[in-house]
């Protein structure tokens, strides 16, 4: 019998046949033309492991450690991996609460359930020991090793700075950091962050679909090793700094000694301060913001770089030298003073007197008229010009501008211009005795306890500075930045500097003003200043270096609201001085004096 | 004995070897799919390699028993063969093992069957069986549903362990009812339903009844080659669209757009049906009798998508479609699976060197979804080969079919076609993502000893009844 559907052999063979072309074009598709798909397979294993490396440690100039590192522990979690497990015996073993536990699961849930998220940062070494031995009993948990930043003295935290995970701001403007990454903040840590971080490795591992490691990716060929960070050798010394900062408890103010001839910062203290330990792992956040708010002590607020004050009767030394620079003064010239130089009052010391005595006694009078003769030199056409000149040595100590240490929360100070006087008072509405204040360093002037350091490092050198600096070397060879090797010439004879020397000299070791500075062996060259507080008591201010010949220290001591500069600056000054150059204290009394000084009323 | 050794003489050496290469290219894929450093003896029993060679040994074996059994014996005792695997289908809903939420499993020891890959060669013995006495009758109503019923009811008792991608599988057996004299309209109208039930998912309803209606238009201007009836036609509907949007304003008020449509071309039927009538245009009558049935279909889509299909059907459905994306939850296997052939690309990344197969980012990778690894460690090239392997053996056994003296044999053949083609296409469609996730395995490639059993003996039973063609069955 005929088949009459035979023909409908074809119809299937055709469909046959147009189903695996169908399938051949959906293949050629996903596996010749799309190229994605090889790409999300590469994601889908390979994981890339962030090898940290530790951060570079600082020691002071001496080789004594600063800062180290310790381990410390983040706790990850993987959630999909997480069994039925006892939680509470857990929850004991990590010091948290239950609720604290399920919101930190439902958080690294919410981010992923496959992969790790941290569950409990920065677990302290001795409680990760506990931790290890029973930690086989939760799966899913695992602990990544970090550091965290530790402290051999509670000090120098305005200096050193902090360490702190970097934010998510941060992340978008610098491509380097990623998420966990840490970062210094402040002082040296921020300052030197580049050679202190060193350089993240990577480890390439593939994984399996449960994020089970399965081996290193290619044998680790494409793995690269983490490089540790380079070490920090600070210019601080560790015990003045510590000294400086005992001295100062409880008063407010703020210490800097520099090595004159290299401008290195020998200690500088603020006050009051903290311990940098607080703003270390768990507790930083918490911290941070307690230290932030205190508005009344402000410990965060670092007053040698920014707190801004006129400098009082130590800036006499200046107007001596430019008097004399400028040829309207000799070192004999005499003023004579009558308690004071028209509206500026003096005290009562012999009259009248040279520029040594001036200096030594600190006589506004003698200062003033210098003030007039520098600004009202026939030299220059016009008050301004004389004015613009003034500045000018100003400027070439420093002040009016950054001096340019590493830390980034330097203030300026402040120099007015002559634009400045033009617009308060008017185009050639003022003369000499208008702004005669500034002879005596009150008025319109602003300088730091940094730049006032600075004045001093410039005059015990004789007419030249190094910007002051925290840092001598990186690692073991790797020379500091150029701009701090570089002598700043002061465009002012050395010998000029000898008369204001002998004149600080004899402030201190003679009838002036800072007699209370005075040590034995050493011969303190040093100024006593007040600066004028608007808000209160006047600030007492002391500069120093010593010794005379081939001075090895200079110092600018602020004690806020505490009267003359001779009553507590010029011992805080003295005992420093002694305790760098001798090593030991001899005038237990002043120093018992001082420690126990309590002016802040705690 | 020389008569079983005059029968391995003549049979068909293409298909043997075809079959060998796909075993042994199977058990190779599933060695890659499970393979890792720690087990790598090929005999390992706790590897599923391992048990898979086993499974090939003895599905020789078997294969050897298929084609010594007597042919009549397939003829003679087809409805008995059937009968029993029914029962055995029955019987697993009671006595199955509860595997992921479905009773498809006997476990006989450590062996676990699956008699859903008997009842395929069973139900296409019964098939063949009661067509080669009617199948010049296929379209008598009682005879096709007879046919009909003989493998929907397996596919019924598929349905309740529940494994809906099993009990599709029995749908091919339309393609034997369409070789063997079933209208073509039965087969259309159901690949239509398809086509149409996926459109009305991805498309807007009204639009998809507007096209409806033009192309009906179309094919009725293409039948009768006369624009005069058409355009009456399309006057009579837009005309009573009109009359029907008025009727809205002022009765219903409520009626949407599509229902309007929709009852607009019904109103209309009335009309073409004096013409329809008057002329005799049979044609054109089907033509608007599909018109409306696709209609009715289009719109009860929703309801069937909406309240009865599964859940997780229902979702499968959907990240096919694009309308919805899960890469964790249902749309994972799926995506892990297009990734994996994707990233093969055209030579494909080395034998074992596949990184999503080796690390196991594909579930079922070594039984319904193993074309993941052809994909990704042999690549395009892989792909074509494996594919060309099917079409080869597929067009091979329609000759083989077409060459049977009885109607019996070449029934049969038909059968094995298309259970061995929908297999083929679903398992490899749902891989790369062209069809949705319809869990059957790739024959003789997908790790398993049912599936790999059942196979063996649907085609071998055909070899055999090929080998002795030239015997009488009767």
């Not at chain 1, 003045?240 to 090595?259: C, D, P």
């Not at chain 1, 120099?415 to 204040?437: C, E, H, Q």
Request: aromatic fraction near 12%; charged fraction near 20%.
């Amino acid at each position: 019998m005929k088949d009459q559907y035979i023909n409908r052999k074809y119809l299937i063979g055709s469909i046959i046949i147009i189903a695996a072309a169908a399938l051949l074009v959906r293949l050629f598709i996903i596996q010749v033309v799309e190229k994605t798909y090889r790409l999300s397979a590469d994601n889908n294993v390979l994981r890339y492991v962030t090898q940290y490396p530790a951060r570079g440690l600082i020691y002071d100039r001496n080789g004594k450690l600063l800062v180290y590192n310790q381990a410390a522990y983040d706790l990850m979690v993987v959630p999909a991996q997480v069994t039925r497990m006892d939680t509470a015996e857990f929850c004991r073993l990590l010091g948290i609460t239950l609720p604290s536990f399920r919101e930190r699961l439902r958080a690294a849930k919410t981010y992923s359930r496959r992969a790790s998220s941290v569950f409990l940062k920065m677990i302290a070494a001795e409680d990760y020991a506990r931790l290890q031995e029973t930690l086989f009993k939760y799966p899913g948990f695992y602990v990544q090793p970090r550091t965290l930043r530790k402290y051999s003295r509670p000090i120098g935290a305005h200096l050193l700075g902090y360490v702190s995970e970097v934010d998510e701001s941060l992340i978008r403007k610098d491509p380097y950091y990623k998420s966990g990454d840490y970062i210094g903040k402040l002082g040296i840590e921020e300052a030197y962050e580049k050679e202190l971080r060193g350089k993240r490795g990577v480890k390439i591992f593939l994984m399996d679909v449960y994020s089970r490691v399965k081996g290193s990716y290619a044998d680790g060929r494409l793995d690269t090793v983490a490089v540790q960070g380079q070490d920090i050798i600070s210019t601080l010394d560790e015990d003045l700094q510590e000294y400086g900062e005992l001295l100062m408890r409880n008063k407010t103010g703020s210490i800097v000694a520099l090595e004159p001839q290299t401008g290195e910062v020998l200690a500088l203290v603020s006050s009051p301060n903290y311990d940098p330990g607080l703003l270390v792992g768990r507790v930083r956040s918490e911290n941070f913001s307690k230290l932030n708010s205190d508005t009344v002590f402000r410990p965060l607020f670092n007053r040698a770089l920014q707190a801004s004050y006129p400098p009082g009767s130590t800036f006499k030394p200046i107007n001596g030298l430019i008097g004399l620079q400028e040829k309207v003064i000799t070192p004999f010239t005499m003023f004579g003073c009558n308690r004071g130089y028209l509206f500026v009052s003096c005290h009562a010391h012999s009259s009248p007197l040279d520029l040594k005595g001036g200096i030594a006694n600190s006589c506004n009078s003698y200062f003033c008229q210098t003030f007039r003769r520098i600004l009202e030199n026939p030299v220059y056409p016009s008050i301004g010009d004389a004015y613009m000149s003034w500045k000018r040595y100003l400027d070439q100590f420093g002040f009016g501008k950054k001096l340019g240490i590493e830390l980034t929360n330097e203030l300026p100070g402040l120099v007015p211009s002559t634009a400045y006087f033009d617009k308060y008072y008017g185009k050639n509405r003022w003369k000499a005795l208008t702004v005669i204040s500034m002879a005596i360093g009150q008025g319109e002037l602003g300088t730091t306890p940094l730049q006032m350091a600075n004045m001093l490092a410039a005059i015990a050198n004789r007419g030249y500075y190094r910007v002051p600096h925290i840092v001598k070397s990186i690692g073991n060879s790797r020379p500091i930045n150029e701009k701090y090797l570089k002598k700043n010439i002061i465009g002012i004879d050395s010998t000029n500097f000898e008369s204001i020397i002998a004149g600080m000299e004899e402030a201190v070791n003679g009838t002036g003003t800072a007699r209370v500075a005075a040590l034995k062996d050493i011969t303190v060259c040093g100024k006593t200043g007040t600066a004028q507080n608007p808000h209160g008591k006047d600030h007492s201010v002391f500069v120093a270096f010593a010794p005379k010949d081939h001075p090895r220290i200079a110092i600018a001591v602020y004690v806020e609201n505490a009267g003359f500069g001779a009553t507590y600056a010029a011992p805080v000054a003295s005992l420093m001085i002694e305790k760098y150059l001798k090593g030991q204290i001899t005038n237990k009394d002043m120093e018992d004096r001082i420690l126990n000084l309590n002016l802040i009323g705690q | 004995m020389t008569r079983n050794a005059s029968i391995w003489a003549r049979i068909d050496k293409l298909s043997v070897v075809i079959f060998l290469l796909m075993i042994v290219m199977g058990w190779l894929n599933i060695y890659a799919a499970v393979y890792n450093e720690e087990h790598t003896r090929i005999l390992d029993m706790s590897q599923r390699y391992g048990k898979q060679f086993v499974w090939i040994i003895a599905t020789l074996v078997i294969a050897v028993f298929a084609v010594v059994t007597d042919s009549r014996f397939y003829f003679f005792f087809a409805y008995f063969i059937y009968g029993g695997l029914l029962l055995l289908l029955v019987l697993v809903l009671f006595l199955g093992k509860d595997i992921n939420g479905a009773r498809s499993w006997f476990q006989i020891g450590s062996l676990n069957l699956q008699p859903t890959e008997f009842a395929k060669f069973g139900t296409s013995l019964a098939l063949a069986s009661y067509l080669n006495a009617r199948r010049h009758d296929l379209r008598k109503l009682s005879v096709f549903l007879t046919a009909t019923a003989i493998f929907m009811l397996p596919a019924l008792l598929i349905i309740m362990q529940p494994d809906m991608g099993s009990a599709v599988v029995f749908f091919a057996l339309f393609l034997v009812l369409l070789r063997e004299g079933m209208s073509p309209f039965v087969f259309i109208s159901g690949v239509l339903m398809v086509v149409l039930f996926f459109f009305t998912l991805i498309f807007n309803n009204l639009y998809l009844n507007g096209g409806l209606i033009i192309l009906a238009f179309a094919a009725a201007w293409f039948v009768v080659r006369k624009w005069k009836p058409v355009l009456a036609g399309i006057l009579i509907l837009i005309v009573a669209i009109l009359a029907m949007t008025l009727v809205n304003k002022l009765i219903f008020k409520s009626m949407s757009d599509e229902r309007i449509l929709f009852v607009s071309a019904l109103l209309s039927g009335a009309a073409y049906s004096i013409y329809f009538y008057s002329r005799k245009a049979l044609q054109l009558l089907v033509i608007y009798l599909f018109l409306i049935g696709s209609l009715v279909f289009v719109n009860s889509v929703d309801f069937t998508f909406n309240h009865i299909l599964k859940p997780h059907q229902k979702e499968r459905i959907e990240i096919l479609l694009g309308m919805k994306s899960d890469l964790h939850g249902t749309g994972y296997n799926v995506n892990q699976s297009i990734i994996s052939i994707g990233s093969g690309g055209f030579a494909g990344k080395g034998y074992l060197q596949g990184t999503q197969t080796k690390f196991k980012f594909v579930p079922a990778q070594s039984t319904d979804f193993i074309f993941c690894t052809v994909g990704e460690e042999w690549g395009f090239l892989g792909s074509l080969f494996v594919i060309a392997l099917y079409v080869v053996l597929l067009l091979r056994l329609i000759m083989l079919a077409e060459r049977q003296r009885s109607d019996f044999s070449r029934i049969y053949g038909y059968c094995v076609i298309s259970i061995l083609f929908i297999h083929f296409f679903v398992n490899i469609g749902m891989a790369s993502g062209l069809l949705p996730v319809i869990g059957i395995p790739l024959p003789f490639f997908s790790y398993g000893g049912s599936a790999l059993w059942g196979f063996t003996i649907l085609l071998f039973i055909f070899l055999r009844l090929d080998a002795s063609r030239t015997e009488y069955l009767v």
